[in-house]
């Protein structure tokens, strides 16, 4: 089911113009990545998932290097926003959803594509927000539909791993059945929501 990326990549958007350099070597919630090689794998997922919903290059889609802040170079402040752009207006196209594509090495149908890609910007925007000092806007009613969305692709793919999915998600943590909609999507990632 298409969902409109465009308020979770705002968002990661905002997050990315507001790291400063001295927060580089900050570390993640989950994972303790350092915040420059996260950023590396959100500049890379962008463009990886942006081509997947244009089904560009899918024969020549292959596993990404492992993210270094290295690998930023100078303009990232500029580049990955428009990136997160570009790939919310990639998967505003229907057709993005449809048919099969191929991300990170992987073929993919479309729909799983954009589920992934919808979690990644998702939870990679708390990792990076709580890493900074920030709050994640996860109770914002624009990303309602795209945690539900997420959060359905996560459970389903979570019910049969739920110790976890090794370079994926962690085990589920447990929190409360009424827990917000956005704290359900990090535990079933295996993140403790703050």
Sequence with gaps: MAT???????????????????????????????????????????????????????????????????????????????????????????????????AGGLDLPGEEAGAVALNEVLVHGWDLAVAIGRRYPGDDPALTDAVQSAHRWVSAITSTSPDGIPGLFGPRVRISPDAPAFDQLLAATGRLPR
């Design 4 to 102: 409109d990326l465009r308020p979770a990549t705002d968002i990661l958007a905002d997050l990315v113009r507001d790291v400063r350099d001295d927060q580089l070597g900050a570390r993640t919630p989950s994972g303790g990545i350092p915040v420059g090689d996260l950023l590396d794998h959100i500049d890379s997922l962008a463009e990886a998932f942006t081509n997947a919903a244009t089904k560009t290059g899918i024969g020549t889609s292959a596993p990404p290097p492992a993210p270094k802040a290295d690998h930023l170079g100078d303009d990232w402040r500029d580049r990955i926003p428009t990136r997160l752009a570009a790939l919310s207006d990639a998967w505003a196209a229907p057709e993005a959803w449809s048919g099969a594509t191929r």
